[in-house]
Each structure stands twice: as C-alpha cells, then as structure tokens.
Nanobody
Framework: QVQLVESGGGLVQPGQSLRLSCVAS????????MAWYRQAPGKQRELVAR???????NYADSVKGRFTISRDNAKNTVYLQMNSLEPEDTAVYYC??????????????WGQGTQVTVSS
C-alpha cells in the first residue's frame, strides 16, 4: 500500500511564508513526477507546481516567483516553499505522485491534503 502524507500547513498572515512537505511511503519502486495541487472553497482543484524525477519544474502563473517546488529522491519527499503568501493562496493543498510499485504496476496517488489559510 502506498501513502502520501502532507505536513506544514497552517494559518499565516499575508506576506509570510510556509513550507509544505509530502512523504511517500510503501512498496514503491520508483517515483516519477511529483506535484502540488490546491483546491479553494467552491473552486476546482488546480495544479500549483510540478517537478519531474530529473528536477524539471513548472508552476501555475499565479505562484511563479513566489513558490518553489523541490524534491529529495532519497527520502521520497517533495517540498513546496511558499513565500509572499496572499489571501488568494488559501486552499487545501494536495500532494500528488506518479509512481511504480515493487509488485508491478503504475499509479497516480494523492495525499489527504493540508489546509493553508492566509489571513490578517
């Protein structure tokens, strides 16, 4: 069984920073792309940032220059450093990983989400 567990969410004021972490565990053979998505109340889930196994990244226009995605392959962990947070960044943030399993097969897995609230 595979689990993705996020941490690091919380309540911050505008302009402050947060760092999210997501650890993948289980019978994982290899992790390919990892990504962060978010879903605000009443809105669809949207891609925030994505990083390939080789380290190539891409970002939503709304977070470019403020957020940085990174990964530690040895720890099966992906991070999202969020700076200059704005109220519009308030959402549940979800970790996503495309990975292959030791037992065979390939899948797309999600974490349970972590709440980020930006408010004065």
């Amino acid at each position: 069984q595979v689990q993705l567990v996020e941490s690091g969410g919380g309540l911050v004021q505008p302009g402050q920073s947060l760092r999210l972490s997501c650890v993948a565990s289980g019978n994982i053979l290899r992790i390919f792309t990892m990504a962060w998505y978010r879903q605000a109340p009443g809105k669809q889930r949207e891609l925030v940032a994505r990083i390939s196994s080789g380290g190539s990244t891409n970002y939503a226009d709304s977070v470019k220059g403020r957020f940085t995605i990174s990964r530690d392959n040895a720890k099966n962990t992906v991070y999202l450093q969020m700076n200059s947070l704005e109220p519009e960044d308030t959402a549940v943030y979800y970790c996503n990983g495309a990975l292959s399993l030791v037992a065979g097969g390939f899948g797309d897995y999600w974490g349970q989400g972590t709440q980020v609230t930006v408010s004065s």
